[in-house]
C-alpha cells in the first residue's frame, strides 16, 4: 500500500466521532502495522543508498519519507493510547 493512501486513511480515522473511532479500533492497529512494515522496509532502503551515496537525492528523498512515516506511526499510537 502507497504512502499516500496510507495517510489517507490515517487521516480519515483522525476525524471520525470517538464511537466511531472505537469501532474502528482494529483497523487503526492494521494500518500501524502496515506503517511499521513500510518504515522497515524504507529503513533497509534507507541504508543500502547511503551507503553507496549519503549525498544524493535518492537517499535524501528517503530520508523525508522515513521522517514522515515515523511521524504518522507516533501520531497512530498516540490515538491508539488515548482509546
Same mark, same amino acid.
Do not use: W
Given at each position: *500500500?502507497?504512502?499516500? /493512501? ?9 476525524? #471520525? $466521532?470517538?464511537? /466511531?473511532?472505537?469501532?474502528?479500533? %482494529? /483497523? #487503526? #492497529? ?5 506503517? %511499521?512494515?513500510?518504515?522497515s522496509r524504507l529503513e533497509q /532502503?534507507?541504508?543500502? %543508498? +547511503?551507503? $553507496?551515496?549519503?549525498? +544524493? $537525492? @535518492?537517499?535524501? @528523498?528517503? %530520508?523525508?519519507? #522515513?521522517?514522515v512515516i515515523s511521524s504518522l ?5 498516540? *490515538?491508539?493510547?488515548? @482509546?
Open positions: *500500500m502507497s504512502t499516500t /493512501k496510507l495517510v489517507e486513511k490515517l487521516e480519515k480515522f483522525f476525524d #471520525l $466521532s470517538i464511537e /466511531k473511532q472505537h469501532k474502528k479500533h %482494529e /483497523k #487503526l #492497529l492494521k494500518i500501524i502495522n502496515k506503517l %511499521e512494515e513500510k518504515k /532502503k534507507t541504508r543500502n %543508498e +547511503g551507503a $553507496s551515496d549519503a549525498t +544524493g $537525492s @535518492d537517499y535524501q @528523498d528517503l %530520508e523525508r519519507e #522515513l521522517q506511526i507516533s501520531k497512530a499510537k498516540q *490515538m491508539d493510547l488515548t @482509546d
